[in-house]
């Protein structure tokens, strides 16, 4: 190629377009009505938000509302109704793109008074709630106005579904066919799941529950899991990864395995460094890194915050032993491969220690291939309580929090980056707004990420240091910068495992500088944001699909998208979201269901074939105006330059091509 004396003219007096400066960001957006304690993403528009029962001033049918649903276009939340008290439940999507919500606490009335008496109709006359610690709640959710439509309720009934026995703070994984594994729980709840002496771990005098099932049955009645045991007391919301393999990395107190859930065997695997405790209530950040077509989909989960105390401070279902606001959270950061593909012995790999110590942080996987931490505290535990061993009531200094210092700053992680400088806070905005225990976040399909919820209190209670907070933020990647994002068409409504290519367009006007670089520089994602609660986003997941793609002669660019890998292990069937990524500028997420939608063996087919990559002349730009700034590494800088300076110039890349073809 030759230079072009147009283009070279253009690159010297185009000026470059400023972005909106939303970039960083969190900014305040509004009001869920309820404290967000649970949030999951339905379809394309809404927001679902569950909290416990605890007494909020508005009412729904008679009793305490505890449920709403937010829309994305008018930010505004609208009351819904549940019948029974999730309260600290788990949840999952199904592969039809509904979600499930299992268990959670008994009727309870004002001060947590507790109508146990193991019915699942019982009943708290004050806040009108029922029993939730067997309850299965189904919702489908609707992008229209769900208050028109029956068929977008909540199904939640007293009497409704059921799971096998009573669990509070289950884990909840869902297997390659679709089904959701439960695990363990409080049978009855507290701190930490066991009484001190520990004398009987699995069951803790009927205090914990060391059990699995599957939903929907499999017809297996519920069986005992030994690893509860060997974990007791620091094993609610245990930490599970279904695996290439089939079987679930699960991961409590310091111990971690591989289970067999079929056949109930346990693969012990090493211990977690220096005991650091990464499940409820120390509460670390926790997720699987993208799967990438570089490393074959290897499976690799990171690990960082929580907390480390002996295990006499722990406690028991009561309290701690300690004031956990005393002492600082864990910054230390670990990453696993359970199932290494070279066939070496899985190890606990030392990581970057996060910025700052942080217990209820919770990972974002967003589309830039970055990792967002974000909420959480410097100091304590998750949890909160009247008392601690030492502390009576009345002197709690945070109200019945046990955590302080707040951590309003979220820091990105960057998984590609060398060792030591994987970490940044570089740009990023800081909250006011306390979001501790019973907090959230969730990435949103515009790719900025919802934070709402906090209430680290037994009721309502709007005047506490730490109060019960309905006010939701969202913070805005860096990629909010770009001016121009990339508008991908013919992304279809379903994936399959392996089978035919699918091709996807952007316009010449969704990207800016070279063609050739922003093909070559396009990463296509899968994700599914998760359901998020307790510092966690059950079923978070992130896969590369393969590509090549053609670059046409007028600069748009047509990508030939693999389908998932034929292994529904790798990224379980059900609702997620597409990306497409040039030069570390995302899409929007386009809303697909990936498998068959029916719990069942999926089909498989073998993996997609892709035509050979074809390039433009080497000249052929993009006509979107500027990039803004990036936090992917994977960018080149060049074309970036090139492309901001670009700018107004919209007509340049149909000059350059046509000068190209003369
Ligand atoms: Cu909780």
Redesign the pocket.
Known sequence: MFFRPLLALGLAVAPIVRADGLGGQIQEVGDTLVSA?MMFVGRTSKVYILD?VEGNAQQINGHSLYASVWDLETKTATPMDVQTNP??AAGYHLPNGSFAVFGGNNAVGPGGANNDTGSTTAFDPVYQDYGGTKAIRIITPCDGNVDANASCAWYDSPNGLQMQSSRW?PAAEALGNGSVLLIGGFSSGGYINRNFPNNDPLYSGGGSNPTYEIFPSNGVPERVMNFMGKTSGLNS?ALTYLMASGKVFVQANFSTILFDADNNIETNLPDMPNQIIRV??ASGANAMLPLTVANNYEQTILFCGGYVMSDQAWGDFDAPNINPWEHAASSDCQRMTPEPADGSQPAYVQDDNMPTTRSMGQFILLPDETILVVNGARNGT??YGTHTAITPIGQMPYGESYATEPQGQPALYNPNAPAGSRWSTANLGTSNIPRL??SSAILLPDGSVMIAGSNPNIDTNLTTIYPTTYKAEYFYPSYFNAATRPQPSGIPTTLSYGGPSFDVTVPVSSYSGLANDAAGNTTIWLSRPGWT??AMNMGQRMLQLNNTFTVQSDGSIVYHVAQPPPNPNLFQPGPAYVWVTINGIPSNGTFVIVGSGNIETQPTRAASTLPPSVRANASTTGSGSGSGSSSSNTTSSAPRMVAASRGLFTGIAVVSVFLASL
């Open positions: 304690m416990k309260f600290c703070y919301y409820y209530p998750a949890g225990y019973h609660t307790h």
